[in-house]
């Protein structure tokens, strides 16, 4: 079946660190990956998406790429900011079988960002 | 607001208690999606809407567990007989499409307390 591992967090760092947060995952066909992101107390939004190999997705300074060889996709931001404090979850959506696009999450990563 | 809206918000119920969640998509989306969170995981899914038609249920969702989307609009989730594994947030999900790479679009969750 399908599945999403991110590295272990939580992550802390200081503003204008640079940010990595690993991804890989495991699925049949071609899945579309996604970043999605928790700030404190709202509710999930995307951040950004890659629907096929060698694909970048790119958003607020974030970025990912898609990797079909390694089967990743991590999150890098050049210079993280105290707002961007938020917990982080890859996901994919499935194109083979009768997934109908649904998600299958990676656990999350806590990223705290200090001044 | 024209966002995702889910209720109630919050809800406590003693176990054996029957409880009934709402969620309202985002007007002309055509998917809707349920997901459950527990605490420190990322959500699972657990069943999926296409218009008014359940395609796709998870074989997290017991006999206890029932879903409707009436003419394709507003969704419910009941859940019979509550235990107190039942405890998590729900989370609801909306897109407009027919790709595995469309966006989905979150409510802010109903947290269900099963004591």
């Known amino acids: 079946g399908n599945s999403v591992t991110q590295m272990e967090g939580p992550v802390t760092l200081s503003e204008e660190a640079f940010l990595t947060i690993n991804c890989t995952y495991t699925a049949t066909g071609y899945p579309s990956l996604f970043w999605y992101v928790q700030y404190p107390g709202e509710g999930l939004q995307l951040l950004l998406k890659a629907t096929k190999a060698d694909d970048k997705g790119s958003n607020k300074g974030f970025e990912a790429t898609y990797r079909k060889e390694t089967t990743s996709f991590h999150l890098e931001k050049g210079s993280v900011q105290v707002s961007d404090s938020a917990v982080y979850f890859c996901?994919?959506?499935?194109?083979?079988?009768?997934?109908?696009?649904?998600?299958?999450f990676g656990q999350g990563t806590i990223l705290t960002v200090h001044p | 607001d024209t966002g995702v809206s889910q209720n109630p918000r919050h809800k406590i119920t003693k176990r054996g208690q029957n409880v009934t969640f709402r969620c309202d998509p985002i007007s002309e989306h055509n998917r809707l999606y349920w997901y459950r969170q527990t605490l420190g995981q990322g959500p699972e899914f657990l069943t999926y809407f296409q218009n008014e038609a359940q395609l796709e249920k998870s074989r997290l969702l017991s006999d206890r567990f029932s879903a409707e989307r009436p003419k394709g609009s507003f969704s419910t989730l009941e859940i019979q007989r509550t235990e107190q594994g039942d405890s998590a947030m729900y989370l609801c999900?909306?897109?407009f499409g027919r790709g595995v790479g469309d966006e989905q679009f979150f409510g802010p969750g109903t947290r269900l307390t099963v004591l």
């Open positions: 996901a994919l959506s499935n194109a083979g079988g009768t997934s109908y696009g649904k998600l299958t």
């Open positions: 999900a909306s897109s």
